[in-house]
């Protein structure tokens, strides 16, 4: 794919070069994610930043991966307090934006609302998550991390076998990964749901056309032992209903240590996109999990600025140039990455 002032609005857009591209420009990112060198390649662009839903890290990784390289950000967060809950439309605000941006990022919670934003955009949009649809750079941070996280014991996501569990019919995470594990060989994936709750079928039909092994059941414990990715989700209340439709399914699934020693393999890698709905009644993965050196959650926030750095790198076609316009760092910048 053309990267260079492309939008990213969907993971339909890559073809397996194309992630290994990324992947390969995010690897060159660590050291100024790490705060050991500085890069102002971006000196002078301005990232728009439009949430219009709740988000913590997405918001906050987006941000900070656009200052990393040197650019500024604004922000607009929540649709009342943009012109959209006076009535304006996405295809005015995306001509406005985008004249005071060099590119933007954006969340808003109905299905294909960042498309119609992006075709009015002067410059490239990228997805940050539309309603139930897809979540793009989610699923890219969450296979460069299933990567990293494979390759210490030799395995690589080429026949790799992986369980999703929880809510896999509004999760637009585990819809843009598995189309984004479909471009690899021979994966395996077990769909962990209750039955009202499946992987929409168009996904899991896209697998199987491509070769892959897709199983659907409702059991946890008899689905998580022969799997190297346990990656769990919350259930998505805000797509609901009703918030008591939603308990129906809350605390379904609940992942703690002692179920993972009992049932996974040992090296089993417990991801999770985040945020963990870690209130009694839905807790889908434990705080007992912390410790176990297997629970991957927040190596996954970390990479999720390499690769969003690796993005903007790209569409704004300066990957090449990052190391030209370094600095030293001058602060204390302590232990935080090494541990
Ligand atoms: C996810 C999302 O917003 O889709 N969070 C995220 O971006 N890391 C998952 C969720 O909200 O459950």
Redesign the pocket.
């Known amino acids: 794919m053309q990267f260079a002032g492309s939008h990213i609005l969907s993971v339909d857009q890559f073809e397996r070069a194309d992630i290994e591209r990324v992947f390969e420009v995010a690897d060159r990112m660590e050291p100024y994610a790490q705060r050991r060198r500085i890069t102002r390649v971006l000196e002078g662009a301005i990232l728009g930043n439009m949430f219009f839903?709740?988000?913590?890290?997405?918001r906050v990784s987006f941000g900070c991966a656009f200052n990393l390289l040197g650019g500024e950000v604004r922000e607009t967060t929540g649709i009342e307090s943009s012109s959209l809950s006076k009535g304006e439309s996405l295809y005015d605000t995306a001509r406005v934006i985008s004249g005071y941006s060099d590119i933007i990022a954006m969340?808003h919670p109905a299905a294909g609302s960042v498309a119609e934003f992006a075709a009015a955009s002067r410059v490239p949009v990228v997805n940050?998550?539309d309603g139930p649809n897809e979540?793009p750079t989610?699923a890219l941070l969450d296979l460069y991390t299933i990567r990293k996280e494979v390759e210490h014991s030799g395995r690589s996501i080429d026949g790799l076998r992986l369980a999703m569990i929880g809510?896999l019919r509004h999760?637009?995470?585990v819809h843009s990964l598995s189309k984004l594990l479909a471009c690899f060989r021979n994966v395996s994936l077990t769909c962990i749901s209750p039955g009202e709750l499946r992987m929409p079928g168009a996904i899991v039909e896209f697998l199987r056309s491509a070769g892959h092994t897709v199983t659907e059941t409702d059991n946890l414990e008899e689905a998580i032992g022969h799997v190297d990715i346990a990656y769990a989700?919350?259930i998505?209340e805000e797509r609901f209903s009703s918030p008591e439709e939603a308990n129906r399914y809350r605390g379904r699934y609940r992942l703690n240590q002692a179920i993972y020693t009992r049932y996974c393999e040992p090296n089993t890698v417990i991801m999770h996109?985040?945020?963990r709905d870690s209130r009694a009644e839905a807790n889908e993965l434990d705080t007992d999990l912390n410790e176990n050196p297997n629970l991957a959650i927040f190596r996954q926030?970390d990479n999720?600025v390499l690769v969003r750095m690796a993005l903007f790198a790209l569409v704004l076609d300066v990957a090449e140039q990052v190391a030209d316009h370094e600095t030293r760092v001058t602060w204390y910048t302590g232990k935080r990455f090494n541990d």
């Open positions: 839903e709740p988000s913590t890290r997405t969340r940050g998550g979540h989610q809510d999760g637009r995470t989700t919350r998505q996109p985040l945020p926030t999720g």
